[in-house]
């Protein structure tokens, strides 16, 4: 019995985290092989309007690791990549209509021939919820020069509780860099 309950746990927590929409792209003139170290700029002063320090220090940390799995080292300074990190939320509104269709009189046979049908009846229902999508920017730039050589962006609905943040913001961090040119190095 316990196992056919994991079975829908399973399929829900992976169908919950489809949810990212992630965007990229690169200056492919650029050989990303070269670097070895990053640094975090900071955030943009519009980010700490929807941000707190503890959700900070999660996508941090997030980007981080993910940078680490492509033998990325951090260093608080002289790095060869600065790392730049954004984060827009917008208000949405989401209206879901459901429809039910409803025969009247019924069907039958009828005198001179084939089957007749009644009238038909339907109402709609609209719903609307409100939520939050996160668009989250990072950008990455070589620190000699100041270019922009990377850019990822991941887009996803916010999530209200702070222990599901903190369940959610590593899987949005490992969508957006997994179109990063450098792939994570398999260390077994």
Same mark, same amino acid.
């Given at each position: ?28 003139? #650029? ?7 990053? !640094? @975090? ?17 999660? %996508?941090?940390?997030? @980007?981080? !690791? !993910? ?48 089957? *007749? ?13 409100? *939520? ?5 920017? #990072? ?9 922009? %050589? ?12 702070? !222990? ?15 179109? @990063?040119? %450098? ?6």
């Amino acid at each position: 019995m316990k196992k056919l309950l994991v079975i829908p746990f399973i399929y829900f927590a992976a169908v919950s985290c489809t949810s990212v929409t992630v965007h990229s792209d690169y200056d492919k003139t #650029v050989d990303f092989t070269k670097y070895k170290t990053f !640094e @975090f700029y900071g955030w943009t002063e519009e980010s700490d309007k929807v941000l707190n320090q503890f959700d900070k220090e999660r %996508i941090e940390k997030a @980007f981080a !690791e !993910e940078f680490a799995k492509r033998d990325l080292q951090f260093v608080k300074s002289d790095a060869d990549m600065v790392v730049s990190l954004f984060l827009v939320v917008d208000q949405k509104t989401s209206t879901t209509a459901y429809t039910n269709n409803y025969g009247g009189a019924g069907y039958g046979y009828g005198a001179r021939w084939g089957w *007749y049908g009644g009238y038909g009846q339907s109402t709609t229902t609209y719903s609307e919820k409100d *939520y939050q999508e996160g668009t989250l920017v #990072v950008d990455v730039f070589d620190k000699g020069d100041k270019n922009l %050589i990377w850019q990822g962006v991941g887009q996803k609905t916010v999530e209200e509780k702070p !222990e599901k943040r903190e369940r959610t913001i590593p899987y949005v961090a490992e969508s957006i860099m997994k179109s @990063f040119p %450098i792939k994570p190095v398999d260390k077994k």
